[in-house]
């Protein structure tokens, strides 16, 4: 008969610390941590939630018992950080105390999926970052890292008002699950807005315009929005519609303008 595995202390511990309920994970990968100052494997501080794991104090078979542990926490929590980035934690807690946009969330609680709503919390948190004049590069990095391209694009969807303007319109006009067909359609397919961006040219802005002309076409969807944020990004929509707002896309387009601001241009694009 093969003897019991021998209990480990420190995994049992974090194990014990990750499941406190509003828990904070910092990953100390870097060897910068106080935790790892004092040779410790992690550190929990009770007061503040807040859990420090140091991967390097970490054996072979502790990494792999940690993997499921972070996996857990992963998929249930909306941070999780590298310990770098404790000052965005911070500024994280303060929002989640005082978020002003804390109705709009109340009000897609149960209309997106739960995931998309941890998203968009999270994207509120760096539109309103943003909007102060702060660094949102790690915020962005967390966002897609923590839920994909989907999360990305919901948080180019947030920062563009999508949610409180035509989201919630459609929300309190259709039904449930005609409401959830419509979401999907514009989230999922991303078929609600083209954003133009620095990685694109004028070439490739037409093959994607050209894209989403035809899965529009393809899933009955009418409309959808092309918008720029910055100088340069609303320089090259004006110089794609100089040169291509007459091109035979296949279909029947008016071009209406919705928004022309020294920091934003944004057209609607019907499909006649």
């Known amino acids: 008969m093969p003897s019991p595995q021998k209990k480990n ?21 870097d060897d910068i941590s106080e935790a790892f100052q004092l040779g410790k494997k992690f550190d929990f501080n009770a007061e503040t ?4 794991i140091v991967t390097s104090q970490l054996d072979d078979e502790e990494l792999n018992q ?30 989640s105390d005082i978020n002003p946009f804390q109705e709009s969330l109340d009000f897609f609680e149960g209309k997106i999926p739960p ?32 839920f994909g391209p ?8 947030c920062n563009a008002g999508f949610y409180e303007d035509m989201f919630k319109s459609k929300a309190l006009k ?22 133009v961006h620095s990685g694109l040219t004028i070439n490739t802005l037409r093959d994607s315009f050209q894209e989403k002309v035809e899965l529009c076409q393809l899933n009955g969807v009418s409309r959808f929005r092309v918008l720029g944020f910055g100088r340069r990004n609303i320089d ?14 296949g279909t029947d387009i008016n071009f209406e303008l919705k928004i022309d601001s020294p920091g934003v241009l944004e057209y609607d694009i019907i499909l006649l």
């Open 66 to 95: 940690l993997i499921p542990i972070i996996k857990t926490y992963f998929e249930k929590h909306t941070l999780i950080l590298t310990s770098e980035q404790e000052e965005i934690l911070q500024e994280y807690r303060a929002y």
């Open 9 to 29: 202390q420190a995994i049992d511990a974090i194990i014990r610390h990750a499941a406190t309920r509003g828990v904070n994970i910092l990953i100390d990968a």
């Open 236 to 249: 090259l929509i004006s110089d794609f519609l100089d040169q291509f707002q007459d091109f035979d896309w």
């Open 150 to 157: 989907r999360g990305a694009y919901i948080s180019n969807l």
């Open 115 to 146: 995931r998309d709503l941890d998203a968009l919390k999270m994207s509120y948190f760096m539109r309103v970052k943003k909007d102060g004049g702060g660094e949102i590069d790690d915020i962005k990095q967390q966002i897609r890292g923590r």
């Open 174 to 195: 259709l039904s449930g699950d005609k409401f959830e067909d419509f979401y999907e359609l514009r989230v999922g397919k991303e078929l609600c807005a083209l954003f």
């Open 49 to 52: 939630k807040q859990l420090v």
